[in-house]
């Protein structure tokens, strides 16, 4: 039994694996052994899934992919397994619609999110609204999956909705940002009581003093509700002569307002190192973009996207993880204050 509780349901079927100890020992995080899950060229035309977000569903899991078509433009692909290691992914892109029931294709859709809130599952992406933006559907059978409105006006690409309300309101956190490959960006949060209009927008936190984090970071995973907190693991980016590092990071949010931020953890819990994560079509890149956590053992697996180029699986405790983020905690006023000026 762990120390710390994971508030959610027990998964019992989750995927697991325990360290054999030749990972990185000092840290809370370890790799499967077998990573990564999904190769290249998964579907007829797409030539690689990365960035992408699954979750249990029905007796095994489902999942929201990113797949870069081989015309280079991602779109978002609906997959199915068993045992959320093994993939077999809908051949066709995934048809929105609008509120009224007409057909809605993004003009691309990238860096899918996959979070349910009471009864309903809702995938948050970014897509093009006069400039990157962040685009937002539900469904409830994943057949049908209706498109709502965008929450936020260009440019912001990086979007994690909360898995419940907090003090009644959807909370969603972001990072606005410009339309390139933007050199700054620090994690926003923004509450709804609607889905459709957003407000009481506050400052979670900022890029860091430590270099692994020092240009930019961004939600990562759905966070996980714990008797510490929100557990969120997002990215982090440090600048190279070879361009950027995106590495993944850990903190613990506050329960009931999660703009202020208990413990940050001062160093990164996983970091390109593999050759599938140094190796692709950018290299370098770890994308933490969900987990599947099981609240009877504590055990937390996590998906994240390699070098834009494979999808790669982490595996922690909430208890290990938490207490490694506490012991290595470093936060700053920016971090701890609520977060409005
Ligand atoms: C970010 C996003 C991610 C991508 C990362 C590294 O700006 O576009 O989709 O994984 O860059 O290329």
């Not at 190769?39 to 690689?48: K, L, Q, S």
């Not at 937002?136 to 912001?156: G, S, W």
Request: charge should be negative; charged fraction near 25%.
């Amino acid at each position: 039994m762990s120390q710390v509780k994971i508030i959610g349901p027990e998964v019992p079927n989750m995927p697991w694996q325990e360290r054999d100890g030749e990972d990185h020992c000092s840290l809370p995080v370890y790799r499967y052994k077998e990573n990564p899950i999904i190769g290249r060229n998964p579907i007829d035309g797409v030539a690689r899934i990365f960035n992408s977000a699954v979750m249990p569903y029905e007796d095994g899991f489902i999942g929201v992919f990113r797949g870069e078509q081989t015309n280079g433009i991602p779109y978002i692909y609906l997959g199915k397994s068993k045992d959320a290691i093994h993939w077999d992914f809908e051949q066709q892109k995934i048809p929105f619609v609008d509120e009224e029931g007409n057909s809605f294709m993004p003009r691309y859709a990238y860096d899918p999110r996959l979070v349910k809130v009471e009864d309903t599952y809702y995938i948050i992406w970014c897509q093009d609204f006069y400039g990157a933006a962040i685009g937002m559907a539900k469904t409830k059978d994943f057949k049908t999956f209706v498109r709502l409105e965008n929450p936020f006006i260009p440019f912001n690409r990086n979007a994690v909705l909360f898995p419940r309300k907090v003090n009644g309101n959807y909370i969603l956190l972001s990072r606005p940002s410009d339309s390139g490959h933007t050199p700054f960006g620090d994690v926003f949060l923004s509450e709804s009581p609607d889905l459709t209009y957003w407000g009481k927008h506050r400052h979670v936190m900022g890029r860091s003093a430590e270099w692994w984090e020092s240009v930019k970071i961004g939600g990562g995973a759905a966070p996980i509700e714990t008797s510490e907190g929100w557990l969120l693991f997002y990215h982090g980016v440090s600048s190279t002569c070879n361009g950027f590092v995106y590495s993944i990071g850990g903190a613990i949010l506050d329960i009931d307002n999660p703009s202020i931020v208990k413990y940050r953890c001062s160093t990164f819990l996983l970091t390109p190192e593999e050759w599938y994560e140094e190796r692709g079509f950018v290299p370098n890149v770890t994308f933490p973009c969900a987990t599947i956590h099981d609240s009877k053992t504590g055990r937390i697996a996590i998906y994240y996207g390699a070098a834009d180029t494979y999808v790669g699986l982490a595996f922690t405790t909430v208890d290990e993880v938490v207490s490694y983020i506490k012991d290595h905690s470093r936060v700053t006023e920016s971090d701890t204050e609520v977060g409005r000026r």
